[in-house]
């Protein structure tokens, strides 16, 4: 079974960091590339970043350039993202997913759970 | 990048009954790489068709997806009572990839 499971989430205050990563099962995992879409309280889906499957390619979202780092180790199936300078606009719940596609935007076929992450003092 | 608008905000319907959903792009999606997802309230969303118009792995036949440009439409041909939920549209043509503000297709 395909599985996506995150971790690292929790309260920090703004300006503080945080590291989420995800642990990948099921499939191979250098095969595809990888993201990080997040979810603020009762509002939309927004992508944050993406890495290709090889982690030669990275992508991120103009909201967090510069703040956030994704990365990804294929010999242990992890995913992480280095998340620095948090801000209450970053509050939200953090999914991991599974890019169709091993390189490049695509769409997401597998997601996690997700981890709750909330900036506040 | 591209902003995509999905509409109508909510649709009520009951089950048994058509959906249709909307979503226009400010600007043409490549490659017609649009998605739409499905979630429903505390879970993950889930792929149900890529590429404007193929279903993802298990998703039943009653979703289909239609589409080109700047134009594409999710139909649900009958409402079952577990699709009652939000849907995003998001294209994967351009970077940055963005997503729909969403549908909710709730029971009238």
């Known amino acids: 079974e395909v599985q996506l499971v995150e971790s690292g989430g929790g309260l920090v205050p703004p300006g503080g960091s945080l590291r989420l990563s995800c642990a990948a099962s099921?499939?191979?995992?250098?095969?595809?590339?990888m993201s990080w879409v997040r979810q603020a309280p009762g509002k939309g889906l927004e992508w944050v970043s993406g890495i290709s499957g090889s982690g030669d390619i990275t992508y991120y979202a103009d909201s967090v350039k510069g703040r956030f780092t994704i990365s990804r180790d294929n010999s242990k199936n992890t995913l992480d993202v280095r998340m620095n300078s948090l801000r209450a606009e970053d509050t939200a719940v953090y999914y991991c997913?599974?890019?169709?596609w091993g390189s490049g935007t695509s769409s997401m076929d597998v997601w996690g759970k997700g981890t709750t992450v909330t900036v506040s003092s | 990048e591209i902003v995509l608008t999905q509409s109508p905000g909510t649709l009520s319907l009951s089950p048994g009954e058509r959906a249709t959903l909307s979503c226009r792009a400010s600007?043409?999606?490549?490659?017609?790489?649009l998605a739409w997802y499905q979630q429903r309230p505390g879970r993950a969303p889930r792929l149900l068709i890529y590429g404007a118009s193929n279903r993802a792995t298990g998703i039943p036949d009653r979703f289909s997806g239609f589409g080109s440009g700047t134009d594409f439409t999710l139909t649900i041909s009958r409402l079952e009572p577990e699709d009652f939920a939000v849907y995003y549209c998001?294209?994967?043509?351009?970077?940055?990839?963005?997503f729909g503000q969403g549908t909710r297709l709730e029971i009238k």
């Open positions: 997913a599974k890019d169709r």
């Open positions: 600007q043409s999606v490549s490659g017609s790489y």
């Open positions: 998001q294209q994967y043509g351009s970077s940055p990839i963005t």
């Open positions: 099921g499939f191979t995992f250098s095969n595809n590339a």
